[in-house]
């Protein structure tokens, strides 16, 4: 079994590669598998970007985000413009088209509330105002209220599960209640898991997703 000390350098030499720089200061502790990330980034990409990357490591089994955003003096902007900056961008992705989505932001901390019919328009909520300078953080709480009664494809979803590249699904089990999927069984990795989780919500008709694969080097 992979050591802590030789998990974190995995971690440490991964992240170098993409965001170590001088506005990306970034600190890796590993204790049984658990990675937690400490420091400062420019922006809230980077932040999500480490995240990513660290997951991803072989003998990962989670990942806890503690990196601070710390937006240059001279890029900093006033809540309300970055409010206006994010319904506009909303107002023009296909995606996330509607008038449904509320926006607030604290302090640079934007908080996304509302309703929207599918997961994927929910993710496309929080992809689309990542990269926007000035945002601190994302708490994506829109709810998903499906309006069609969409019966859930468990065949199509096992399909797409199996032709995933990055992902060895022989040994998830798929359940379907209702508008719910709930998987279950073992995955080589976080990063697995996270790819078995993003492919369950693209299912039609899914409404809520639980996800209880354990992860088994």
């Known amino acids: 079994m992979i050591t802590d000390d030789i998990l974190r350098q995995n971690v440490i030499q991964a992240l170098k590669w993409d965001l170590f720089s001088v506005d990306c200061i970034i600190i890796v502790i590993s204790n049984n598998g658990v990675i937690t990330l400490k420091g400062n980034v420019d922006t809230y990409k980077k932040k999500t970007q480490a995240e990513r990357i660290s ?15 710390t937006i240059n003096r001279l890029e900093q902007k ?5 409010t206006n900056e994010i319904l506009n961008i909303f107002r023009w992705n296909w995606n996330t088209l509607n008038d449904t989505i509320k926006v607030k932001v604290l302090e640079g901390w934007v908080t996304l509330s509302g309703e929207l019919e599918w997961n994927y328009q929910k993710e496309a909520a929080r992809q689309a105002i990542v990269s926007l300078i000035g945002v601190k ?9 499906s309006q ?8 199509t979803l096992r399909l797409a599960l199996e032709n995933h590249l990055a992902l060895d699904s022989k040994d998830i089990e798929i359940e379907v209640s209702d508008s719910k999927i709930i998987l ?3 995955v080589e990795s976080w990063y697995q898991k996270e790819i078995a989780g993003f492919i369950a919500w693209k299912a039609r008709g899914v409404v809520s997703v639980e996800n209880e694969l354990l992860i088994e080097e």
Do not use: E
């Not at 006033?78 to 970055?82: E, N, P, V």
């Not at 069609?148 to 065949?155: G, M, Q, R």
């Open 55 to 69: 997951s991803a490591i072989s003998g990962v089994q989670s990942v806890i985000n503690k990196i601070d955003v």
């Open 148 to 155: 069609v009664d969409t019966k859930i494809d468990k065949t």
């Open 137 to 145: 953080g994302v708490s994506n709480k829109i709810n998903i209220k």
């Open 184 to 186: 279950k069984g073992t």
């Open 78 to 82: 006033k809540d309300i413009a970055i």
